[in-house]
């Protein structure tokens, strides 16, 4: 299950909204501050700006809450270009900029680079951390960010799989090819069988004429 985490206040994201990875909470605040402008009524900040935005804590100040929106660039829905660059889209493994869809994913060069070896070794324990004596190691607890993405492979690979990485998709793609050649052989072969059926019932028309025929003029020849 993908368990991708709010860029807002790192609760479980309910998906890829305005700009960033956001749960619906955080959403549908960031439109409802758009909305009736409060961005400019919002109380003065107790923490002089410096409030830390938490699933706990993200309704206790709006003014940190929607500054945080802000520093992901989030945008109006409906307002971004069309032809957005794909790397306004983070990586889902790590959170820096994305380079494309990768191995069923969006990810970054350098996470799409560390899933393609993992798949070359052959064995996936090898993907483990250099320290599983790590109580965070050991239970698959590592926060895989931009910064320590490199810290523990071991979780990193778990996060590959958990945002839906998988070796096969580039199979599926030519399963698909396979199977759609498959499937325009059997149609020409089945107009070809078609074509013969044609073919045999015409020569069996002409052949019962052509024996008619031959009944006829006998049958003339006799009355003569």
Same mark, same amino acid.
Not at 98 to 106: D, E, Q, T, V
Not at 120 to 126: A, L, R, V
């Given at each position: 299950?993908? !368990?991708?985490? $709010?860029? %807002?206040?790192?609760?479980?994201?309910?998906?890829?909204? $305005?700009?960033?990875?956001? +749960?619906?909470?955080?959403? &549908?605040?960031?439109?409802?501050?758009? !909305?009736?402008?409060?961005? +400019?009524?919002?109380?003065?900040?107790?923490?002089?700006?410096?409030?830390?935005?938490? &699933?706990?804590?993200?309704?206790?100040?709006?003014?940190?809450?929607? !500054?945080?929106?802000?520093?992901?660039? =989030?945008?109006?829905?409906?307002?971004?270009?069309?032809?957005?660059? %794909?790397?306004?889209?983070?990586?889902?493994?790590?959170?820096?900029?994305?380079?494309?869809? #990768?191995?069923?994913? %969006?990810?970054?060069?350098?996470?799409?680079?560390?899933?393609?070896? $993992?798949?070359?070794?052959?064995?996936?324990?090898?993907?483990?951390?250099?320290?599983?004596?790590?109580?965070?190691?050991? @239970?698959?607890?590592?926060?895989?960010?931009?910064?320590?993405?490199?810290? $523990?492979?071991?979780?990193?690979?778990? !996060?590959?799989?958990?945002?839906?990485? #998988? #070796?096969?998709?580039?199979?599926?793609?030519?399963?698909?090819? #396979?199977?759609?050649?498959?499937?325009? =052989? @059997?149609?020409?072969?089945?107009?070809?069988?078609?074509?013969?059926?044609?073919?045999?019932?015409?020569?069996?028309?002409?052949?019962?004429?052509?024996?008619?025929?031959?009944?006829?003029?006998?049958?003339?020849?006799?009355?003569?």
């Amino acid at each position: 299950m993908d !368990k991708t985490k $709010c860029q %807002i206040c790192e609760d479980v994201a309910a998906g890829f909204y $305005c700009g960033a990875y956001v +749960c619906e909470a955080c959403k &549908k605040f960031f439109i409802r501050s758009l !909305k009736s402008k409060i961005k +400019c009524d919002f109380n003065p900040c107790p923490s002089e700006g410096q409030c830390t935005v938490t &699933k706990k804590t993200r309704t206790q100040c709006p003014q940190c809450r929607y !500054k945080k929106c802000q520093s992901l660039n =989030m945008y109006a829905p409906g307002t971004a270009n069309v032809s957005r660059d %794909i790397n306004h889209i983070p990586c889902r493994v790590c959170g820096l900029p994305s380079s494309g869809y #990768h191995f069923g994913a %969006i990810t970054c060069e350098s996470c799409k680079g560390f899933f393609r070896r $993992c798949l070359n070794k052959s064995n996936n324990n090898d993907v483990a951390g250099d320290d599983d004596d790590d109580e965070d190691v050991r @239970m698959g607890l590592c926060k895989v960010t931009r910064m320590g993405r490199n810290v $523990c492979k071991k979780c990193r690979y778990m !996060k590959c799989i958990i945002v839906g990485m #998988h #070796h096969n998709s580039k199979m599926t793609l030519l399963m698909l090819l #396979h199977l759609l050649l498959l499937l325009m =052989m @059997m149609i020409v072969m089945m107009m070809i069988v078609k074509m013969m059926i044609v073919r045999i019932m015409m020569m069996m028309t002409v052949r019962m004429m052509f024996h008619q025929m031959v009944v006829i003029l006998s049958n003339v020849r006799s009355i003569i």
